[in-house]
């Protein structure tokens, strides 16, 4: 497979993405998430991108026994900060909040580490902005974790450009991961939560001209873009998913018809909707590891394949016209 360089990691063109290994989504098992990161070794794939709030904690802690016995060499991990959960009186459940003092940096790292199972981070990011703490106090905290040992680079998620600056001016920053797919190019919001970038005109050149490597979420659009999407009913209120606006009611209904128009344009060039998705921003030079969920072997696989298979730039182009005549965000 080939491979996207950031700084000095040699990653794969396809991730594994391991929000769904948190059990927050539908029929994703344990058992089968660590299978399916075993398989993604074996066929290549070595960079994984996990979260502490990704099922509070679970996702790490699936992660971390999957990884017992490999050879740390052979994976790059990636996980995040800045969104720390605790049990809240107030609301009766664990919640989370947007923390990015050099305290919680201090505490959630540590946190972390002891879930992997890991004495080091590959790719420590901070997940979402936090309004009321100084930028350079985080990127103080993190300077102070790389000369510990504790993590190689930082990234962030979901920065303006603005705060992505100001943070350079404190430590390196190696990659910049938000919202981006064939159908999600400019979003502006994620599961109603606005977003400060716009992902293709402006986060893209930035990362060129810095040397950093834009790390695509939702590269499938949280499964929309497989092709299999109905109507209605394609997932439970237990999944996360079913926060996405995007995904559910009268919203969901022109990215459906989208999708669909996709879908009979992959069959009618006789390749996959899926495959065409994830080619589509492996050949984008400043996007470094597609990070696409997989739940079982299958989907590792299949992930894989799409990954080694280029597809011709004509059909690519293609799709890319057919998103927008439907001028969807």
Same mark, same amino acid.
């Given at each position: 497979?080939?491979?996207?360089?950031?700084?000095?990691?040699? !990653?794969?063109?396809?991730?594994?993405?391991?929000? !769904?290994? @948190?059990?927050?989504?539908?029929?994703?098992?344990?058992?089968?998430?660590?299978?399916?990161?075993? $398989?993604?070794?074996?066929?290549?794939?070595?960079?994984?991108?996990? !979260?502490?709030?990704?099922?509070?904690?679970? /996702?790490?802690?699936?992660? #971390?026994?999957? *990884?017992?016995?490999?050879? $740390?060499?052979?994976?790059?991990?990636?996980?995040?900060?800045?969104?720390?959960?605790?049990?809240?009186?107030?609301?009766?459940?664990?919640?989370? $909040?947007?923390?990015?003092?050099?305290?919680?940096?201090?505490?959630?790292?540590?946190?972390?580490?002891?879930? &992997? #199972?890991?004495?080091?981070?590959?790719?420590?990011?901070?997940?979402?902005?936090?309004? =009321?703490?100084?930028?350079?106090?985080? @990127?103080? !905290?993190?300077?102070? *974790?790389?000369?510990?040992?504790?993590?190689?680079?930082?990234?962030? /998620?979901?920065? /303006?450009?603005?705060?992505?600056?100001?943070?350079?001016?404190?430590?390196?920053?190696?990659?910049?991961?938000?919202?981006?797919?064939?159908?999600?190019? =400019?979003?502006?919001?994620?599961?109603?939560?606005?977003?400060?970038?716009?992902?293709? %005109?402006?986060?893209?050149?930035?990362?060129?001209? =810095?040397?950093?490597?834009?790390?695509?979420?939702?590269?499938?659009?949280?499964? &929309?873009?497989?092709?299999?999407? %109905?109507?209605?009913?394609?997932?439970? /209120?237990?999944?996360?998913?079913?926060?996405?606006?995007?995904?559910? #009611?009268?919203?969901?209904?022109?990215? *459906?018809?989208?999708?669909?128009?996709?879908?009979?344009?992959?069959?009618?060039?006789?390749?996959?909707?899926?495959?065409?998705?994830?080619?589509?921003?492996?050949?984008?030079?400043?996007?470094?590891?597609?990070?696409?969920?997989?739940?079982?072997?299958?989907?590792?696989?299949? =992930?894989? $394949?799409?990954?080694?298979?280029?597809?011709?730039?004509?059909?690519?182009?293609?799709?890319?016209?057919?998103?927008?005549?439907?001028? &969807?965000?």
């Amino acid at each position: 497979m080939d491979k996207k360089i950031i700084k000095d990691l040699h !990653a794969s063109s396809m991730g594994f993405g391991c929000w !769904a290994m @948190g059990g927050t989504w539908n029929n994703v098992r344990d058992k089968e998430s660590i299978a399916a990161v075993h $398989r993604a070794i074996d066929v290549g794939i070595n960079f994984f991108d996990t !979260a502490p709030v990704y099922g509070k904690g679970h /996702s790490e802690t699936v992660l #971390g026994k999957a *990884l017992k016995g490999v050879e $740390r060499d052979n994976v790059i991990v990636a996980t995040k900060c800045g969104l720390p959960f605790a049990y809240s009186p107030e609301h009766g459940r664990v919640k989370s $909040r947007h923390d990015l003092t050099k305290e919680s940096i201090f505490a959630e790292v540590d946190d972390s580490l002891s879930r &992997l #199972g890991l004495e080091h981070i590959d790719l420590y990011q901070l997940h979402w902005p936090d309004p =009321n703490t100084p930028i350079a106090e985080t @990127g103080e !905290a993190l300077r102070e *974790l790389q000369l510990q040992g504790k993590i190689r680079h930082v990234g962030v /998620s979901n920065f /303006s450009i603005e705060m992505t600056r100001e943070l350079m001016k404190v430590v390196d920053v190696a990659t910049y991961q938000g919202l981006y797919n064939l159908i999600e190019q =400019n979003p502006d919001h994620y599961h109603n939560i606005p977003l400060e970038y716009r992902a293709r %005109s402006e986060v893209l050149p930035f990362c060129l001209e =810095n040397d950093m490597k834009y790390l695509p979420y939702s590269p499938l659009m949280q499964g &929309l873009l497989t092709g299999t999407f %109905s109507a209605s009913d394609n997932f439970d /209120s237990n999944d996360d998913r079913a926060a996405n606006p995007k995904l559910n #009611g009268d919203a969901f209904k022109p990215y *459906l018809a989208c999708a669909n128009e996709l879908s009979s344009f992959a069959k009618h060039v006789g390749v996959d909707l899926t495959h065409i998705a994830i080619q589509w921003l492996i050949n984008q030079q400043e996007v470094g590891p597609v990070i696409a969920g997989a739940y079982d072997t299958d989907h590792v696989e299949q =992930n894989a $394949r799409y990954a080694a298979t280029q597809i011709d730039i004509d059909v690519l182009k293609e799709a890319e016209s057919i998103v927008a005549r439907w001028e &969807l965000t």
